[in-house]
């Protein structure tokens, strides 16, 4: 009984995988064109703009490849469910391990990144509260 259900699953796991990984593709293309067309948007500000933007677009990169990611791994996660071969299953790990150095390290970027905001952002308050209160 397992024999026949296995073979009518594969031809629609393929599908699906196939279909998995296609809107990977999708999302690191659209994620690249974005970040290309951000990129020359800034190319004419000043340069402490152009650090903070060049940043921003970075990490908004960086997020739709560990989407793509997220896809790939599911989608060698269906791959591994019908033929549990060592090669699949190696694949798979070491996807899943880049994922979670990826996820770590861009968690960090996000982090510092969020906070060099607030730091500029906080400047930014203090200078304008400084300066209406030399005003009064």
Excluded: C
Aim: charged residues 25%.
């Amino acid at each position: 009984l397992e024999q026949p259900l296995e073979h009518l699953l594969v031809p629609y796991v393929n599908y699906l995988t196939f279909g998995i990984d296609v809107a990977a593709g999708i999302i690191i293309a659209i994620s690249a064109f974005i970040a290309l067309i951000s990129f020359f948007k800034i190319l004419f500000k000043p340069a402490k703009e152009q650090t903070i933007d060049k940043e921003t677009i970075r990490l908004r990169l960086a997020r739709g490849m560990l989407l793509a990611l997220d896809f790939e791994v599911g989608s060698d996660i269906l791959k591994t469910i019908l033929v549990p071969s060592i090669t699949e299953l190696t694949i798979l790990a070491v996807v899943v391990g880049i994922r979670i150095v990826l996820s770590w390290s861009l968690s960090k970027e996000i982090d510092r990144h969020s906070a060099d905001l607030e730091g500029k952002g906080k400047g930014k308050e203090s200078i304008i509260r400084d300066t209406s209160e030399t005003k009064q």
